[in-house]
């Protein structure tokens, strides 16, 4: 059955809006029909499957791994801030007898926070620079990857940096 074209009463002689559109969309699919020389498309959701796959993988080892490295950040600045705390505590005996002054020995105070961080985590780097009585602890840390290994990322190093005081007293600081 032929489909039935109405026309608009108040257009007199012309087309109206249901003939037209008809018209137009029965011109269009001309234009629209693939021409017969397009290549073959078979595979192309293979690749577009490939690449999606692969990004999500990239992206689920930057969550995995970047989690992992931002917990190690952080164990590497509380293991700096303890080992910078252990390296003020090697105070220089003698000079605390003579004279009360609370000077840090520095070879002992480099002793104290750097086996302090090999207990912590033996894989860890350690620096120290003492001051009179100031401890300055920077640890260093490498972690291995788990899943951004795929994509050539095989470490992360993060590096955290903490400073101890000796301190007199119980609750402030005490002058002598």
């Known amino acids: 059955m032929k489909p039935r074209i109405m026309k608009n009463i108040g257009h007199q002689g012309k087309a109206g809006p249901r003939e037209s559109r008809h018209r137009e969309m029965r011109g269009c699919w001309k234009t629209f029909a693939p021409p017969t ?12 499957f ?5 990004a999500l993988l990239a992206f689920a080892g930057l969550v995995v791994d970047g989690g992992r490295a931002i917990d190690n950040r952080q164990v590497a600045a509380d293991t700096a801030a303890q080992a910078a705390r252990s390296g003020a505590n090697a105070l220089d005996v003698v000079n605390l007898r003579d004279d009360g002054t609370d000077d840090v020995d520095p070879d002992l ?27 300055t602890v920077t640890v260093t840390s490498s972690m291995d990857t788990t899943m951004l290994g795929l994509i050539g990322i095989s470490t992360f ?20």
């Open 50 to 54: 490939v690449l999606i796959v692969g």
């Open 109 to 135: 105070a480099q002793a104290a926070a750097c086996t302090f961080v090999a207990a912590a985590n033996p894989r860890d780097g350690c620096s120290v620079r003492v001051s009179l009585n100031t401890v």
């Open 37 to 48: 020389d397009w290549r073959d498309e078979t595979g192309t959701v293979t690749v577009l």
């Open 157 to 176: 190093t993060d590096s955290a940096t903490a400073t101890a005081t000796s301190a007199r007293g119980y609750t402030s600081e005490m002058t002598p």
